[in-house]
Every structure is written in structure tokens, then in C-alpha cells.
């Protein structure tokens, strides 16, 4: 951790005098959290352990909480407060023709391989789905079903409305644009012809229940197992190879690992990389 950032002073001044007064945030008190947040979703702050308790720390003041302490037992009797706190720390960057290569690898594939289930983990809220829908669909292929999964329960409300703000369309062709959505007063939504493809569930991947959803010919896997360690890494492409048959594809992103994970074989396309289950 750089010494200026963590002796960077505080900005307190959205509390009130009163609440100040109370507050006592000691780092050393959130480490047996950080370890349950670490264990139960897999996601590691330790490269940004400081920015990180930061964000804990004011979500716990907005929930009048004055110390760690506090929060741990405030967590512990409420699953509605846990689910806040991991939709706030999970809030991820996703946007629509998202690495478009993965895309035309599928169609490739497709030619070959028969595909009705496709499973986006995470699918955060929705993007990533409804792109290889539209996509699919623009080269006359409209049978398949996705599922999405994520850990953020605001994420999948998004997705299951598929309402989105400008900028997460901007990668996708104007052409497209005009005429796979309707604009509302600031927001495009998705034609509904595409929700009836779609199932999007809140989900953990590292839960037992995750290894319940049945099979998928093809898994897309991207922009998350970049905030797991190794560890976690390896634990949550062992439950997705569960899901997948024999020849299944595999798309992770670009930066998610740096190995091929077991029981896969790994494929250079002109388009990206994927993986096959062996
Ligand atoms: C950057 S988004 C990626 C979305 C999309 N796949 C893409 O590539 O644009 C990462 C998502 O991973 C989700 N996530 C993190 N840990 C998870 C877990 N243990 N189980 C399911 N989803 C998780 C987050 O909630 C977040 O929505």
C-alpha cells in the first residue's frame, strides 16, 4: 500500500457533530471480516485492503453504525444489511458487445455444435446476456436460452428489466440500437421478445446451490476472477466445469487468469481465446 494514500486525511464532513463524536473505525477490527467477505463470496481486498474498509466504513455510518464491531453483529442478524453491503462493494463496469470476439467464436462454434443453454456467471445486469442474444440473433439464430447469475441482487433487477443509460450502449452499432430498443426518457429499453430467452437469478458461485442449475453447452465467465485470489480462482472454475459437458466452451476475460484451468484445453482463435472441458 502507497504511504500517501493511507495517510491521506479523511473526509468526514457529510456527518453530523453528534454521530462523529461516536465513531470509532480501527482497521485491525474489520480484518475477521474482510477474511468472511474473502471466504463466503470469494472476493479479496487485499490489494486495496485501505480504499476498500473506506467504503465499509461509510456504508456503516449511513447505516448508523459507529464501529466494525458494530457492523459485524449487525450483519450477522440481518441477511437484508449483508446483501446491501455486497451489492455496494460489487458494483462492476459491464456494457454492452463487451470483447465481441467471444461473440463471433460462439457463432463459429455454433456451425459445429448444437447450443440451447448458455450461462453468464456473472452476468451483472444483463448486458453481457442480451449482447450474445442480439448478436445471435442478427445471424438468424434466436433459440437459445441464457441464464445469468450474479451476487449483486441490484444487478440482476436491472438485467430482468433490461433498462440501460446511453453510455452502456455505445459500443453497440447505431443500427442496432434503433432497433432492439425503445428509448424511454433516459434510458433504452430492450425489446421483451428478448427477456423471454433470458432466466436471471441472485446468485453465489461459490454456493452449492450454483452447482444445482443444470447443464450449459457454453459458460461466459468474464471480468470476475480478476477480484478473486488464485484460490478462489481455481474453487469457482471447478464448480463451472461441473456445469459444462464434455466439449463445452468456455469464455473468460482477458485479464482473469493467468493458467489453463483443470480439465480444460485452451484454443487460440483470430477472435480471442477459449477453453474446452476435456
Ligand atoms: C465486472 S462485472 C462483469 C460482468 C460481465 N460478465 C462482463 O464481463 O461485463 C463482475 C461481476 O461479478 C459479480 N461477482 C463477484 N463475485 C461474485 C460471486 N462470488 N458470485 C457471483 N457473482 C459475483 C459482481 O457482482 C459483478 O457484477
Not at 119 to 145: H, M, Q, T, W
Not at 164 to 188: A, C, D, G, V
Request: proline content about 2%; glycine content about 4%; overall charge positive.
Amino acid at each position: 500500500m502507497f504511504s500517501w494514500l493511507k495517510k491521506k486525511k479523511k473526509d468526514t464532513s457529510w456527518i453530523n457533530d453528534t454521530t462523529k463524536k461516536n465513531l470509532n473505525f480501527d482497521d485491525n477490527d474489520a480484518k475477521e471480516l474482510l477474511q468472511d467477505i474473502k471466504q463466503e463470496f470469494g472476493l479479496d481486498y487485499e490489494k486495496q485492503e485501505y480504499i476498500t474498509l473506506r467504503k465499509i466504513e461509510r456504508f456503516a455510518i449511513k447505516n448508523n453504525l459507529c464501529n466494525f464491531i458494530e457492523l459485524k453483529n449487525a450483519l450477522r442478524n440481518s441477511a437484508e444489511l449483508k446483501i446491501k453491503l455486497i451489492n455496494m462493494l460489487t458494483v462492476g463496469e459491464t456494457y454492452f458487445y463487451r470483447e465481441i470476439g467471444h461473440l463471433k467464436i460462439l457463432a463459429e462454434y455454433m456451425k459445429e455444435k448444437r447450443v440451447q443453454n448458455i450461462l453468464c456467471a456473472p452476468s451483472s445486469s444483463g448486458e453481457e446476456v442480451y449482447s450474445i442474444l442480439i448478436f445471435l440473433k442478427e445471424i438468424n439464430n434466436d433459440n437459445i436460452r441464457i441464464t445469468g447469475i450474479d451476487l449483486n441482487s441490484d444487478a440482476i433487477s436491472v438485467a430482468q428489466k433490461g433498462c440501460y443509460r446511453e453510455r452502456s450502449l455505445t459500443p453497440l452499432p447505431p443500427k442496432l440500437r434503433n432497433k432492439y430498443f425503445t428509448k424511454t426518457e433516459n434510458k433504452y429499453c430492450i425489446d421483451v421478445l428478448f427477456k423471454q430467452n433470458t432466466y436471471f437469478l441472485h446468485q453465489n458461485i461459490f454456493d452449492d446451490s450454483f452447482l444445482k442449475l443444470g447443464k450449459f453447452e457454453v459458460i461466459f465467465c468474464r471480468n470476475m476472477l480478476i477480484y478473486f485470489n488464485e484460490t478462489q480462482k481455481k474453487k469457482a472454475l471447478a464448480n463451472i466445469y461441473t456445469l459444462l459437458p464434455v466439449g463445452g466452451l468456455l469464455f473468460v476475460g482477458h485479464a482473469d487468469i493467468s493458467f489453463v484451468p483443470k480439465g480444460f484445453i485452451k484454443k487460440i482463435a483470430t477472435n480471442g481465446s477459449y477453453y474446452i472441458k476435456k
